[in-house]
C-alpha cells in the first residue's frame, strides 16, 4: 500500500501603493529612481511634482511614465485612482522579463516590452489584471498630461511563503469638504480572510460594511487568516476647509484644497487666467476651465487648491459653476504710492502716468510725483507705440518675488490734461517742477522725458509731459 503526501501553499501578494508623497520628487518634470514601497520591487521614473499632491506625467515633450528597474515577482494587477482633473484620458500599461532603465524606455519600441492594455480615467478606481508571467512593469501616459491619485501595482512574491495580503483602505470622495462625508471601504486579497480596523487610537473592530466619516481621521487596518497575520495600513483623510468668500480663502495655507460656498463675480478672462471679486476681495483662478466664461458671469460653488506662485496668491485646477449674467465691474482709481502687495489681484486704474523702458513684455509705470512702478505684460496687452502722451492704465495688482508690479490689460491717454489746462489758464505760477522717469526732481528739465508738475498761487496743481 503506497500513500501519497500532498503539500499546497498560497503564493504570497504583496501590494505596491504608489503615491505622489511615496515617491518623493517635488520638483518640475525630472527623472527619480530608487523607490521602493511593500514589494522587492525597485520603482524609477519621470513625473512632475511642484506645487501639487498627485502623480503627473505627460507623453509629449517629455519620457514621462514609471517603471521598475528591479522585480517584486510575478506581475498581477495594476489599478490606478484618477485624480479629478484627469477626465478623457488613459494610461497604457506595459511589462518585461527585462528590467527597465529609465522611463524612456517606455517610448522605445525595442524597450517597451509588451502592451497590457489602457486604463481609462473614470470617477472610481479601475483594475488591469494581468495574465501571463511578467516580472517587470512599465505604466505612461497614453497621450497627453494625466494626473494620478494612486497606483496599486499587485505582485505574486516567487517562492514565498503563505500569508495574508495587507488589506487597503479607500476614501470616497478623496478629498472631502469640510460639512460633507465621506465613505471608507477596506478590502484584501485574501480570499477568506477578516479584515479588522481602527478608527485613530480606538480599538480594532471587525470590519463588514462601508462606514461614513465626517471630520479629519486616521484609519488602521490588518487582516487575518486562521494563524496569519497580514501587515498593518494606515491612511488619513483630511477634511479640506470650506470658506464663505474671497477674504476667508485668500488666509489660506499654499496647497490646501478649498470649497467656497459664496458667489463671485468675473471680472476678466484671458485663456487659463480668470479674475473673480466679490464684496470682500479678488482672486486669480488659474489653469481652469473658462470656456462660455465673460466678464460679469457669476460663478459659485467654486472649488481648488490654493497656490502661492512667487509669491502671488492663486487658485489652481479650479472647478466652478456659473451664470450668464452681465454684472459690471469697473476698476479701483489708484495712485503708484497706494499700491501694496495688500491689494494682489485687485482691478485697478493709475491715471496719467507716462511710460517709459520698454522691455520686452516689460515696462515702467511713472507717476507725476516720481514714483514708479514695473509692469508686465502677462496677458500679452500690447503697449502704446507712442510713449510721449500719459496714460490711464487699467490691470491687476501683481506680486513676483516680493515685488510689487501691474499686470496691464489696457492703455488709454489721459484725457484730463486739456481740461486741467483750461481751468488754470490766467492763473498764476508759484513754482514748475521737472521730474525724470528715475523720479530724480529739478528746478529744470532733465534730458530726455520730463514730467512736469506746474503748482500754481491758488494750490492747485497740472501735469504735463515734455521732451528736452
Not at 212 to 229: D, F, I, P, Y
Request: aromatic share 10%; glycine share 8%; with cysteine.
Amino acid at each position: 500500500m503506497m500513500s501519497l503526501l500532498c503539500v499546497c501553499a498560497w503564493a504570497e501578494t504583496v501590494t505596491d501603493v504608489i503615491t505622489y508623497d511615496g515617491i518623493g520628487h517635488t520638483g518640475g518634470y525630472a527623472d527619480w529612481s530608487g523607490v521602493t514601497f511593500s514589494s522587492d520591487a525597485v520603482y524609477a521614473g519621470q513625473t512632475f511634482g511642484t506645487n501639487v499632491d498627485y502623480i503627473q506625467m505627460r507623453s509629449n515633450n517629455n519620457n514621462s511614465g514609471i517603471v521598475t528597474t528591479a522585480s517584486g515577482g510575478t506581475l498581477k494587477s495594476v489599478t490606478i485612482t484618477f485624480n479629478a482633473k484627469t477626465t478623457d484620458r488613459s494610461v497604457t500599461v506595459y511589462a518585461s522579463n527585462t528590467a527597465y532603465g529609465t522611463a524612456a524606455d517606455l517610448y522605445n519600441d525595442e524597450k517597451k516590452g509588451t502592451e497590457l492594455g489602457t486604463i481609462g480615467a473614470a470617477d472610481e478606481s479601475q483594475t488591469l489584471t494581468i495574465s501571463g508571467n511578467y516580472t517587470f512593469v512599465g505604466i505612461r501616459s497614453t497621450n497627453g498630461a494625466i494626473y494620478i491619485d494612486e497606483i496599486q501595482v499587485v505582485w505574486e512574491a516567487d517562492d514565498a511563503p503563505a500569508a495574508v495580503a495587507a488589506p487597503v483602505i479607500y476614501f470616497e470622495p478623496l478629498h472631502p469638504y469640510q460639512g460633507e462625508e465621506t465613505t471608507c471601504t477596506i478590502t484584501c486579497e485574501t480570499e477568506g480572510a477578516s479584515i479588522l480596523y481602527a478608527i485613530n487610537d480606538g480599538e480594532y473592530q471587525e470590519f463588514t460594511e462601508p462606514f461614513t466619516l465626517t471630520e479629519t481621521t486616521t484609519v488602521k487596518a490588518k487582516a487575518q487568516l486562521e494563524n496569519a497575520t497580514s501587515d498593518e495600513v494606515t491612511k488619513t483623510v483630511t477634511f479640506d476647509p470650506t470658506v464663505a468668500n474671497i477674504a476667508e480663502l485668500t488666509q489660506l495655507a499654499n496647497n490646501t484644497y478649498f470649497k467656497m460656498t459664496g458667489e463671485a463675480v468675473v471680472v476678466y478672462v484671458n485663456g487659463r487666467y480668470l479674475y473673480i471679486k466679490d464684496d470682500t476681495g479678488y482672486t486669480l483662478v488659474y489653469n481652469c476651465t473658462v470656456e462660455g466664461i465673460a466678464a460679469g458671469n457669476t460663478v459659485s460653488n467654486l472649488k481648488g487648491k490654493v497656490s502661492i506662485y512667487n509669491g502671488l496668491f492663486e487658485v489652481a485646477n479650479a472647478t466652478y459653476e456659473f451664470e450668464a449674467t452681465e454684472v459690471a465691474v469697473d476698476p479701483i482709481e489708484m495712485t503708484i504710492p497706494a499700491i501694496t502687495a495688500d491689494n494682489m489681484n485687485q482691478y485697478v486704474v493709475i491715471k496719467g502716468v507716462a511710460l517709459s523702458d520698454v522691455d520686452g513684455r516689460n515696462i515702467t509705470l511713472n507717476a507725476a510725483d516720481g514714483n514708479q512702478l514695473p509692469g508686465y505684460s502677462q496677458y500679452f496687452c500690447d503697449f502704446p507705440e507712442d510713449l510721449e502722451p500719459t496714460y490711464d492704465v487699467t490691470g491687476f495688482v501683481a506680486v513676483f518675488n516680493q515685488t510689487v508690479q501691474l499686470y496691464p490689460v489696457s492703455f488709454e491717454p489721459s484725457d484730463n490734461l486739456t481740461a486741467v489746462e483750461s481751468v488754470n489758464a490766467g492763473k498764476a505760477v508759484k513754482s514748475v517742477r521737472y521730474y525724470n522717469v528715475a523720479g530724480q526732481q529739478a528746478a529744470n528739465a532733465f534730458e530726455g522725458v520730463n514730467i512736469v508738475v506746474t503748482t500754481y498761487s491758488d494750490g492747485t496743481q497740472s501735469v504735463s509731459k515734455v521732451v528736452k
